[in-house]
């Protein structure tokens, strides 16, 4: 999230903006348990900096599962995405993205460049050069062929959990159930990182969706340069980053 965050930043979370719920974790050990939304209280928008369950089953190893996240969305709901030359285009129209976002001239990957674990599977797109691609919104009603089963298939995990969808030849099953089209039970939003170029994102793992979301960031509210402790019982005070306590997040 470079140059917005940094290492050894401290972060409030406001986890009321768009939703009040029951606990999704236990305190202290943070396993993560069952939870219900009891009352909406917002939408998440463009260039939100949202903290998000990671998606299931896209790592393997537990570092990923069940760790948070925290990106910018760029994209909501019915929203057209396209990167151009790492320019952002929503419905046609060029956004601006927040200054302190790090992006580098530098190796630059042209649009014929077609690069490895791009989201979705089979796309011919790069990180600096992706879409067009329309954002998914609950209610929608997708058809399911082989021929798009990849596209869909991490969208609709998303509601059921992993390997509830399976292809086998031309049959695509639900839960055991065969099935040829899809009703999206929840929206969808498309993050980035806001160091662009170093960034896992939605260009990789797909979307993500409101039940995901944990909270909106707010505020910095404590900074410390591990790099720069000095010897000495209070050899800590000279690691404090007093500028960036209390700033904000734009």
Same mark, same amino acid.
């Given at each position: 999230? #470079?140059?917005? =965050?940094?290492?050894?930043?401290?972060?409030?979370?406001?986890?009321?903006?768009?939703?009040f719920?029951?606990?999704?974790?236990?305190?202290?050990?943070?396993?993560?348990?069952?939870h219900?939304?009891?009352?909406?209280?917002?939408?998440?928008?463009?260039?939100?900096? @949202?903290? $998000?369950?990671?998606?299931?089953?896209?790592?393997?190893?537990? =570092?990923? /599962?069940?760790?948070? $996240?925290?990106?910018?969305?760029?994209a909501?709901?019915? +929203?057209?995405?396209?990167?151009?030359?790492?320019?952002?285009?929503?419905?046609?129209?060029?956004?601006? =993205?927040?200054?302190?976002?790090?992006?580098?001239? #530098?190796?630059?990957?042209?649009?014929?460049?077609?690069?490895?674990?791009?989201?979705?599977?089979?796309?011919?797109? /790069?990180? +600096? /050069? &992706?879409?067009?691609? @329309?954002?998914?919104?609950?209610?929608?009603?997708?058809q399911?062929?082989?021929?798009?089963?990849?596209?869909?298939?991490?969208?609709?995990?998303?509601?059921?959990?992993?390997?509830? =969808?399976?292809?086998?030849?031309?049959?695509?099953?639900?839960?055991?159930?065969?099935?040829?089209? &899809?009703?999206?039970?929840?929206?969808? &939003?498309?993050?980035?990182?806001? /160091?662009? +170029?170093?960034?896992?994102?939605?260009?990789?793992?797909?979307?993500?969706?409101?039940?995901?979301?944990?909270?909106?960031?707010?505020?910095?509210?404590?900074?410390?340069?591990?790099?720069?402790?000095?010897?000495?019982?209070?050899?800590?005070?000279?690691?404090?980053?007093? +500028?960036?306590?209390?700033r904000?997040?734009?």
């Amino acid at each position: 999230m #470079e140059n917005t =965050l940094v290492p050894g930043d401290f972060i409030v979370v406001n986890k009321f903006a768009y939703s009040f719920s029951t606990p999704r974790e236990i305190p202290i050990i943070n396993f993560p348990i069952p939870h219900t939304e009891i009352i909406t209280t917002g939408k998440p928008s463009k260039k939100d900096l @949202v903290i $998000f369950e990671f998606p299931k089953g896209f790592y393997r190893d537990s =570092l990923k /599962n069940n760790s948070k $996240f925290i990106k910018r969305i760029v994209a909501c709901p019915h +929203d057209t995405l396209q990167i151009i030359n790492k320019e952002f285009f929503i419905n046609n129209k060029n956004i601006k =993205l927040p200054p302190t976002i790090k992006i580098s001239e #530098e190796n630059m990957r042209g649009g014929w460049v077609k690069e490895e674990g791009i989201y979705p599977p089979g796309c011919k797109w /790069n990180r +600096d /050069n &992706y879409g067009p691609i @329309v954002i998914p919104a609950k209610g929608d009603t997708i058809q399911i062929t082989p021929q798009n089963f990849e596209w869909w298939q991490s969208v609709i995990v998303m509601d059921f959990g992993e390997r509830s =969808l399976i292809s086998e030849g031309s049959v695509i099953t639900l839960q055991g159930k065969p099935i040829k089209e &899809y009703v999206l039970t929840q929206d969808h &939003y498309f993050v980035v990182g806001d /160091n662009l +170029d170093m960034s896992m994102d939605s260009r990789y793992f797909g979307f993500i969706t409101d039940k995901m979301i944990v909270g909106e960031a707010m505020f910095i509210y404590w900074s410390v340069n591990q790099d720069k402790v000095a010897p000495g019982p209070l050899g800590f005070l000279s690691a404090i980053r007093s +500028d960036r306590i209390f700033r904000g997040i734009e």
